[in-house]
């Protein structure tokens, strides 16, 4: 089970890494971003499972006092908690710098961006 | 051509990279060092059932309120950018395409439930798989809908930036009387634990996770409204 996330997001890394690498329209590539992000949450979560237990919540199903050896790794997750606000705030940039973007030059193709070109 | 090479080394580099770690990956049998601290800790220090708003709200505060700062600068630097673009072309907005009688009766019906669900999960934080930042971003998606059903809607600037700024006085405000009242910055303690698995428990982290939902669903909002604003003429 774990594998399969874990292949499941580096196959999204790579997924996202080839699209930003490769398209030209940058919303293509804000896209392509938030998917590698996506990817590496993937990852993070997986690498804290270990099987055969559950949650870090306790309630009824897990007392506080065995706690430590029925839980999953919390670390990763708090992590990723995080990564996930962060890759939000980051998009939220792309987007409105390609909206800033297509205003100045008509376009959103970067290829047509030549500005710095010599 | 060159490019698409360059391109498909590095994708072939890193899928190399990324197969020797998951040939090599062995998952854990026991909790690390830290895991374990957080595991045998979490309750008697905190009160808290749900060990990752622990780490979030407590243990780790100071970072959190590092990652509401970096959410502060993102809507700030949206609308400022925004602006900038609005000034330069005055033209009126279209008028948008109605948004038809399904969406405006489902959005009339809906939105208040989003809300509801947004407070129940950002005020559950300590108990449940939610918090501050979810219920932010589910309070935010009611904003959205409202933007879909309607893109001229608006509602009042200085609201939203009163919510925002208002919460994120009062998480810092509490962060202090932490350090003045309890252990430390942002140290839960200075409301009494409570009964364990109680709503009104765990300390100041249903305070502090509510004034995180509020701040971040208003930054989120602010943020749409502004995206929203900024149709192409």
């Known amino acids: 089970m774990v594998y399969v996330a874990l292949i499941t997001g580096f196959v999204l890394i790579l997924m996202g890494l080839y699209g930003a690498l490769t398209n030209r329209n940058i919303l293509r590539m804000t896209v392509s971003f938030t998917i590698a992000s996506t990817g590496t949450n993937i990852v993070l979560v997986a690498v804290g499972f270990m099987p055969g237990r559950m949650a870090p919540i306790l309630d009824h199903a897990i007392a506080a006092t065995d706690a430590a050896a029925r839980i999953i790794d919390p670390v990763p997750q708090a992590l990723v908690l995080t990564a996930i606000v962060i890759g939000l705030g980051v998009t939220a940039l792309m987007l409105t710098y390609a909206y800033k973007l297509y205003e100045e030059k008509r376009t959103l193709d970067i290829s047509k961006y030549t500005d710095l070109k010599w | ?158 609201l939203i930036s009163a919510l925002e700024s208002v919460s994120g006085l009062f998480y810092v405000v509490i962060g202090i009387l932490g350090l003045v009242f309890a252990g430390g910055f942002l140290d839960n303690r200075i409301l009494g634990l409570g009964t364990f698995g109680a709503l009104f428990s765990a300390g100041a982290i249903p305070v502090i996770y509510t004034l995180i939902g509020l701040k971040v669903g208003a930054e989120f909002s602010s943020m749409m409204f502004n995206l929203s604003k900024s149709e192409d003429h």
């Not at chain 2, 059932?49 to 502060?72: H, Q, S």
């Not at chain 2, 930042?133 to 001229?152: D, K």
């Open chain 2, 1 to 158: 051509m060159i490019k698409k090479f360059a391109t498909l080394v590095l994708l072939v580099g890193l899928g190399a990279m990324f197969s020797s770690l998951l040939l090599g990956y062995v998952p854990d049998t026991e909790l690390n060092f830290t895991a374990r601290y957080y595991a045998d800790n979490t309750v008697t220090d905190t009160g808290a059932a749900n060990i990752v708003t622990a780490i979030i709200v407590t243990y780790r505060g100071l970072d959190t309120l590092g990652e509401v700062t970096v959410l502060f600068l993102t809507a700030t630097i949206v609308s400022l950018i925004l602006s900038q673009a609005r000034r330069s072309d005055a033209l009126p907005a279209r008028k948008p395409l109605a948004a038809g009688e399904l969406l405006e009766t489902g959005s009339r019906l809906l939105i208040p439930l989003i809300l509801l669900f947004g407070v129940y999960v950002f005020v559950g934080g300590h108990l449940t798989p939610g918090g501050g930042f979810q219920g932010g971003a589910i309070v935010a998606s009611a904003t959205l809908l409202m933007l879909l059903t309607n893109p001229l809607k608006r509602v009042s600037h200085r």
